[in-house]
């Protein structure tokens, strides 16, 4: 079964920590995706990706940046995390076809 | 620039009701537009997508969607709803050109009283 695997379900990071997110796909996919999500905002894109080391930035990149070393894992890294950086993270790939692959999403609380 | 709106941020029906959930659409050039579902504490799964072709598109579950260029819509319906059908759910646009990439509705909340 094809997937996007998030390496965390839930993290707990205290303000100013510098915080990783990984993210791994199994389906040879070109394009990798980093959104948050937020109660009634729904799901807003932080940075994409069409290539390895390639990163373009989405909506709202402010306080995060990403790095894709390798097709199949495209990391998102906040700088110094702040409580305002406090979501639900949510991985994604797609290939041709325009239809993304969702991972189950990492719930991150910084305190 | 693309957009979309979902209209009601929660919709309630009874078992076996129609289930109705509006989302409309703002594209310059065609669109490819999906339906996504979440249950809690997962991820978004693909119920359905138009891309060419036919405007009513069949998904998952029993669910369908018409796509209404006139009225740049794209609602999704299922005739009978079921509890399980109870989730959040995402109407996305991504343009038919280049790297576009996904953009999405704020989210319904489907909730499916007995």
């Known amino acids: 079964d094809v997937k996007v695997t998030q390496s965390s379900r839930y993290l707990v990071k205290r303000t100013g920590e510098k915080v990783f997110l990984e993210c791994v796909q199994d389906?040879?996919?070109?394009?990798m995706f980093w959104y948050r999500q937020d109660p009634g905002l729904g799901l807003r894109l932080i940075y994409f990706?069409?290539?390895?080391?390639?990163?373009e930035k989405g909506d709202i990149p402010e306080g995060y940046s990403v790095s894709r070393e390798k097709k199949e894992r495209f990391s998102l890294i906040l700088e110094s995390a702040s409580t305002n950086q406090t979501s639900m993270y949510l991985c994604?790939?797609?290939?041709?076809?325009?239809?993304?692959?969702f991972g189950s999403g990492t719930r991150l609380t910084v305190v | 620039a693309q957009s979309v709106t979902q209209l009601g941020s929660h919709v309630s029906v009874s078992e076996g009701a129609l289930v109705l959930l509006r989302c409309n659409y703002s594209?310059?050039?065609?669109?490819?537009l999906f339906w996504y579902v979440q249950y809690p504490n997962q991820g978004l799964q693909l119920l359905l997508k138009?891309?060419?072709?036919?405007?009513l598109v069949k998904g998952i579950n029993g669910f369908e969607a018409e796509f209404k260029k006139s009225e740049t819509s794209f609602h999704l319906t299922k005739p009978s709803a079921h509890m399980s059908d109870a989730a959040e759910y995402f109407c996305?646009?991504?343009?038919?050109?280049?790297?576009?990439?996904?953009?999405f509705g704020k989210g319904t909340m489907l909730l499916v009283s007995p």
């Open positions: 994604a790939s797609s290939g041709r076809g325009r239809s993304y692959t």
């Open positions: 389906m040879d996919h070109e394009n």
């Open positions: 990706s069409y290539d390895v080391k390639m990163k």
């Open positions: 594209s310059s050039v065609p669109p490819y």
């Open positions: 138009y891309t060419t072709g036919a405007t």
């Open positions: 996305a646009v991504s343009e038919d050109s280049g790297y576009s990439t996904l953009t």
